[in-house]
Each structure stands twice: as C-alpha cells, then as structure tokens.
C-alpha cells in the first residue's frame, strides 16, 4: 500500500496533466495550434506544487494526503481561467499562488502546536475587529462594499484573513464554555435556551455581522462569519435549538435592514428580479447577474469550449467582474454544466477532508477549529455560487483558490495549512499502526 505522501505526490500527476491540457486548450482557441508555453507552464506549475509537496514530507509527513493534490487542483482551474480572460492577469495570480505556497510553509512551521492559537483567541479576537472596520476607516470600496485597503501600490482585502481570526476565535471561546452551554442551559416553552451569561458573546458576534451587513456592506462575508459560528456552536453543544435561536436573529436583522437601508434593499430587489428590464439596464443594477445566466446557459451541458464565451465586444466587457465574482460563470459557459459538476465535486471532496480532520482530531480545540475552517470555506463556495445562480443574493466574495486575488488565495492556503497541522497530529499515531484514508 502506498503511502500518504506517495499518494499525495501521485494525486499532483493529473493535476500538471490537467493544468496542463487546460492551458493548451486556451491557446488552440487563440491561435489554432499548441506551442512550447503550453508545456512550459504545465511544468511550472508541476515544479510548484513539487516544492510545497516536499515541505509538506519534511514537515507535515502524517497529513491528510488528500487535501493538497485537491487545492493544487482548484488553483490550476483558477490560472487556466484566468489565462484564458487575459494572459497578464494569469501571471499575476501565479505570482500570488507562489506568495500563497510561502504563506503555507510559514504558517505551518510557526503553528507548530495549535494550542498556541487557543492561548492567544482575545488577541485574535481584536486583531479580526481591526481588521474588519479597517476599510471602512480608510474608504476602500470594491463594488459599493468596504473590503479594501492599500497601502502604495498594493491593495489587500483585510476580511480575507480576519475569517480566519474569527473561526480560531469562536472555537477557543467554546471548546472553553461548551460544557457550561449544555449544564446550565434553560428550558422556556419546552425550547433549550443558552445560559443568560452566554448572550453577551452571541449578541457580540451577531453585532459583528451585522456590522459587516450595514457598514461594510458584505453580505457574504456575514453569512460566511455567522454560518460557520453556528456550525461550531452545534459541533460543540448538539443543541438544534441554539442554532435556531441564532439563524432566528440574523434573519430578523438582514430583513430589518432589508427593509431600512438602502443599498441592502436594493441588493435583494436585484436578487428576486434579476430580468427584470428596469433593473437590468438601471446603474447598479441587475446586469451582472443576468448577463452570467446567460453565460452560463449558453454553454449547455459540454461548453461552448475554452475561448468561447463572449466576455467582451470592442474591448467593452459584458460579464462585468469577470476575474472575480463571474468566474464561475464563465467556466460554466466554457466546460459546461459537466465542468461545473467537476468542479462542484473538487470543492465537495476538500470539504469532506476537512470534516474528516475535525472528526479524527484530538482535542476539542483542534475539533471545533477544523470545523469551523471547513465551514467557513464551504459557505464561501456556497455564497459565490449561489449569488451567480441567484440562490441567494449575489455578494462580492471569491470562489476559493480559482477567483483572481492576492488576498484570498495566500488567506486559503493558510486556511489549509491549519488543516493540515491539525491532521498532521491526529494521524500521528495511527499512521505507525497501519495508516488512515
């Protein structure tokens, strides 16, 4: 039986293939044949994902085997993707995913005990506050919402590393009280209320996203925030109720706000009636959305092929946020619903790993933190998808590893290395007595 790093390395051979086929494709779409960038970018990219597997044998030798092939995967569909928009943008967000391989590696070497995350949670609690008011003290506004700021050339996305803040904060907080949430809890009409003492951190972290609803206008990031809190407080007390009682409050807050401020009633107009004419050509309106179901439609069950779509007319753009928030349309458009699909089920199989390292893990802290960390990524996929599709209303969130962003490829790398620490110790010692899957 091979081992986990073996299969690790033998789960990085299709991914170079695939990178590589990916951008061949592009390039017969744009010049009808297949040069020597196709093999050399393949390669590259090969050679990258070799230097983060080999740190990960050095460091990391009992680590899940699955997690990394899988993110080496999702961020090839990102650069061919992005190739495919606009060669420019694609070196760019190769520059990132080499940042981002640097991130992992630091993280996973100064994290060596995760216990020293549980130790230091207020301090990460008020180091994610600054980060989340800190755009909107200095103005940086992308796409009418307070996500960023820059400091000379460079511009960075704060809320992309405070998710992180805030899960690691939540699951110290109750992998400390979660035994006091489940004894001393009250019963009222035959419904299990927390003790009152716990209200004060409930009501604070649904202040927060609100915060985020109102001020910073970021809708996704609140679900994502407040999802993945009452994932952990259900992981941490199995009480249903606790988890009604807080999708009750953020529900009575978005539809208070809904109907009170502006551009979140304007957000939710545009979700409910995304053809309407008068929205669709309104400023701000609902453009966006319609033009990327129109893609998306388009590419029928196999795609319209790589190169296909039409993203653009003279040089004007007519899937606005193409880069970002439309890239998921647009690979739905050019692989069709079948590369969706494949993608879906990418996402699916990482997040699956992820709940396995929460399950094998050794302490509730490390339980309750991978929890929390594969929440927070699969309701970021859920937000992203579902605001292109029109599930839910559409916000300004990335599609984790593929979307082109600094910010958010170096924050989910570290996301995974947290992962991966966390498994890396819980397999241990199985792993000498004959390994896990």
Known sequence: MLSARNRELLGLVPVALATAAGFAGVLIAREAQVNDLTVT????FLVLCLVGHLFIRWRLPDADPYIYPLTAALAGIGIVTLYRIDPELAREQAQWFVIALIGFMATVVLVRDISIL????YTIAIAAFILLILPRLTGGVVNGAYLQINVGPLSFQPTEIAKLAIVIFVAAYLAETREILVTQERRF????????GFFGPMIAIWAMAMIMLVFIRDLGSAVMFFGAFLALLYVATGRVSYVVLGLAMFVFGFEFFSQTVGHIQARADIWQ??????LFRAQGGSYQIAQGLFTMADGGVLGSGFGQSLISVGGVPILPAVRTDSIYALFTGETGLIGAVGMLLLYLVLIERGLKTAMIARDAFGKLLATGLTFVFALQVFVIVGGVTTVIPLTGVTLPF???GGSSIVANFILVALLMVIS???RRDDATTGGLL
């Open 41 to 44: 970018y393949g390669a590259m």
């Open 118 to 121: 549980e130790r230091y949670r």
């Open 402 to 404: 593929v979307s082109y």
């Open 273 to 278: 009636n995304p053809l309407d004419p008068a």
């Open 189 to 196: 009409l035959g419904i299990s209320f927390p003790p009152l």
């Open 424 to 426: 890396n110790d819980a």
